[in-house]
């Protein structure tokens, strides 16, 4: 079945570092890709979505390119602030899964000042 | 537009007991989607509505979790019994459908602890 990978469970960093989250999927066609991003007490939130190969999703700084030849949808951003403290959802929605998405493990962030 | 609400915030319940968790999606969305969420296993899929009806039921829950969308724009999420391994945060999402209306909305989630 279709699967999500993110590599890394937690990531910290000092702020105006530069990060990457990575995000591999297993699917076939053409998946719908998204990052979410979830804070303290809420409910996760898109940053982004992408759904043809080389398109770029991008919100807030963040920035994510479909890459179909590594299945890959990786995050990043140039310059972290402590604000973006936080966890990150890789989520891939596939051809046939009708509604339904299916989500990488998280990753949490945690900059420090 | 209110987004998703979830009632109670916060539950606290006995071993053997039940408990209902509620949902009210963004108006107007036909998707309507409850997930687990654990430290240890993430966010995990319990029950797939679309408009109303169940398209997915999640197979490791379906003994005790059992959820239901009352009408368009409310759904409940009754677990019976509870047992402390159900302690979690609990999320309802909906949205549109499919393509680029896709996008899920997540409300803030139940926090519920089975002691």
């Known amino acids: 079945g279709d699967s999500v990978t993110q590599t890394e469970g937690q990531v910290a960093l000092s702020e105006e570092d530069f990060l990457t989250i990575h995000c591999n999927y297993s699917?076939?066609?053409?998946?719908?890709l998204f990052w979410y991003v979830q804070y303290p007490g809420e409910g996760p939130q898109l940053l982004f979505r992408?759904?043809?190969?080389?398109e770029k999703g991008s919100s807030r700084g963040f920035e994510a390119t479909y890459d179909k030849g590594t299945t890959s949808f990786h995050l990043r951003k140039a310059s972290v602030q402590e604000s973006d403290s936080a966890v990150y959802y890789c989520?891939?929605?596939?051809?046939?899964?009708?509604?339904?998405?299916?989500f990488g493990q998280g990753t949490k962030l945690s900059i420090k000042p | 537009d209110a987004g998703v609400t979830q009632t109670p915030r916060h539950e606290v319940a006995e071993k053997g007991q039940t408990i209902i968790l509620k949902c009210e999606p963004v108006s107007g969305h036909n998707d309507l989607f409850w997930y687990r969420q654990t430290k240890i296993q993430g966010l995990e899929l319990l029950s797939y509505?679309?408009?109303?009806?169940?398209?997915?039921d999640g197979g490791a829950f379906k003994d005790r979790f059992k959820a239901e969308m009352l009408n368009s724009s409310f759904s409940t999420l009754k677990i019976q019994p509870t047992e402390p391994k159900d302690s979690a945060v609990y999320l309802c999402?909906?949205?549109?459908?499919?393509?680029?209306?896709?996008?899920?909305?997540f409300g803030p989630g139940t926090r519920l602890l089975v002691l």
């Open positions: 989520a891939l929605r596939g051809n046939y899964n009708q509604g339904k998405l299916i």
């Open positions: 992408a759904s043809r190969d080389k």
């Open positions: 699917a076939s066609g053409y998946p719908t």
């Open positions: 999402a909906s949205s549109l459908g499919t393509g680029v209306r896709g996008t899920q909305y």
């Open positions: 509505f679309r408009s109303k009806s169940l398209m997915e």
